[in-house]
């Protein structure tokens, strides 16, 4: 099989993760015979320098293009002034804008080697299995009018959380899906207690509850929920939830599995069922205190990887190949420094990537 990839390396160490990610990439491609071919692409920060846009219409044109997209991640100091008028963040936001990319899927794994790498007890961590369908291309990040202006007063500023029904039914039929694929539990996440837009999105989950009568759905609001994912984190399977509840929830539950470098994530153009049109990243920013110096952990990337050979091109034991070779050389106890502990052996970037990739081979 012949298939396209957009790669978008971006900034900080965007760049490092994501050469050691197309490396496992091709390693599977050659244990499989498939054909990946690369099509290089300006994003963020990297973009700004060169084209003064964080995202120009022809890298857009050139992701559409392709049947899946691969993403560093993007930003750094150089490029932080808020008074700025454009920011790398807008590339990204831009990019899940423009290629419709509304369900990120962000799977939270605690692997039992790396346990006691967390600074959460064992036993609370446990057996964590989970994934959060972020909303993406909705709410707080995208609602209109959203600006800052100057009153007599003082300066004011606005934003906007807004949600249309299709654009809740949607992202709530993702969950679903993805609950009955795995231990059919799904958890709506929202603020029904104080915002309309969450008090819609929970009618609109009990309606659609009747479609899916195999699926025990919960709901819960955003501040209980941040709480429980550190109280009782095996006890949920799928979590679906706004836009900025999303982002910030996973930030939280990254620290299950130890650190941010550990975890990948899909953004979907559509519910994942067969090939699904997407993006993958780590969760992770661009990190600028580690870029350049092979230090930064590759596995967020790699993973990502793998996920993009489940959902956009449906190659699952392309994609478990890939999981079960993190998992096996984690047990060969090779840690980068994020998630080094005592009697360990601590790798930079690249030689974990060759790693992976070598088991990845075999
Ligand atoms: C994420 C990031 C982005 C977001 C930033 C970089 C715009 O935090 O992917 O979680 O807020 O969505
Ligand atoms: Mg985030």
Known sequence: MELNIAVLPGDGVGPEVVSQALKVLQAAGERFGHT???????????????????????TLRMCKQCDAVLLGAVGGPKWDDPQAKIHPEDGLLALRKGLKMFANLRPVKVLPMLVN????????????????????????????????????????????????????????????ELARSRRKKLTSVDKANVLQSSRLWRQIAIEMSADYPDIELQHMLVDACAMRLIQRPSEFDVLVTENMFGDILTDEASMLVG????????????????????????????????????????????????????????????AQTIEGAVISILERDYRTCDIMSEGKTKVGTKEMGDLIAQKVKA
Do not use: C
């Open 259 to 318: 650190s941010m470098g550990m975890l990948p994530s899909a953004s979907l153009a559509g519910i994942p069922k067969g090939k699904t049109f997407g993006m993958y990243e780590p969760i992770h920013g661009s990190a600028p205190s580690l870029a350049g110096q092979d230090i930064a952990n590759p596995i967020a990337t790699i993973l990502s990887v793998a996920m993009m050979l489940r959902y956009s091109f449906a190659l699952e034991a392309e």
């Open 117 to 176: 790498s967390t600074s959460l007890k064992p036993e609370v961590i446990k057996g964590v299995d989970l994934v959060v369908v972020r909303e993406l291309t909705g709410g707080l990040y995208f609602g209109q009018p959203k600006k800052q202006w100057r009153t007599p007063k003082g300066r004011q500023a606005l934003d906007t959380l807004a949600y249309s029904e299709a654009e809740i039914e949607r992202i709530l039929k993702a969950g679903f």
């Open 36 to 58: 990946f071919l690369y099509h290089n692409g300006l994003i963020g920060g990297a973009a700004m320098d060169t084209l003064g846009t964080a995202l120009d219409t022809e």
